[in-house]
């Protein structure tokens, strides 16, 4: 069970739009509609912004938006604001029952 | 509003047993995943695996044979095990509610840091 592999860093300015991928096999993000994403600040515990690959949770902005294309997932982050500088992980569902996380991606807002 | 925070020791000696509880409160503890995941210092998530409510447990396979998860409905917790530590295992541990099959870590205690030193 290897973790998903996402980009080290992304970077953008305010108002700009971000995608990060998430790469995984035709065992995990290929096979299940699971997938989800985590946005997680400094020192905080993660927070879920996209399920079942497209929805998202109440109370998440729209700004957010998730899809995904085979093996690979990814987050569009519109209209980038300052706040939006954090970590984050994309997950998936995975053989027997398991969870696997993506590697993890720094956005920093310029 | 559901709630879930993590107690345990903040050190443990190499070779020993991690253990962790954590607390739920403002929901029912039916019928729900109740999961372990940690995160090493400076690194990414790692799921480490997570009961049912029926008792069923499902863990990472890279940790099966140290790892086991048990859970105590009378007292609205569940409770992590992890044998023969190393430096290693060093990281902040989070515990974590999903909900059915497939389903998103939606709730989350703030995590507790362990060390692992002699």
């Known amino acids: 069970q290897s973790a998903l592999t996402q980009p080290a860093s992304v970077s953008g300015s305010p108002g700009q739009s971000v995608t990060i991928s998430c790469t995984g096999t035709n065992s995990d993000v290929g096979t299940y509609n699971f997938v989800s994403w985590y946005q997680q600040h400094p020192g905080k515990a993660p927070k879920l912004i996209i399920y079942e690959g497209t929805k998202r949770p109440s109370g998440v902005s729209n700004r957010f938006s998730g899809s995904k294309s085979e093996n690979t997932a990814s987050l569009t982050i519109s209209g980038l604001q300052a706040e939006d500088e954090a970590a984050y992980y994309c997950?998936?569902?995975?053989?027997?029952?398991?969870?696997?996380f993506g590697t993890g991606t720094k956005v920093t807002v310029l | 509003q559901m709630q879930l925070q993590e107690s345990g020791p903040g050190l443990v000696k190499p070779s020993a047993t991690l253990s962790l509880t954590c607390t739920v409160s403002?929901?029912?503890?039916?019928?729900?995943?109740w999961n372990w995941i940690r995160q090493p210092p400076g690194k990414g998530l790692e799921w480490i695996g997570n009961?049912?409510?029926?008792?069923?447990?499902n863990y990472n396979p890279s940790l099966k044979s140290r790892v086991t998860i048990s859970l105590d409905t009378s007292k609205n917790q569940f409770s992590l095990n992890l044998s023969s530590v190393t430096a290693a295992d060093t990281a902040l541990y989070f515990c974590?509610?999903?909900?059915?099959?497939?389903?998103?870590?939606?709730?989350w205690g703030q995590g507790t840091l362990v060390t692992v030193s002699s």
């Open positions: 403002g929901g029912s503890m039916s019928p729900y995943y």
């Open positions: 974590a509610r999903a909900g059915g099959y497939g389903s998103p870590f939606r709730y």
């Open positions: 997950s998936s569902y995975a053989p027997i029952s398991t969870y696997v």
């Open positions: 009961i049912y409510d029926s008792g069923s447990t």
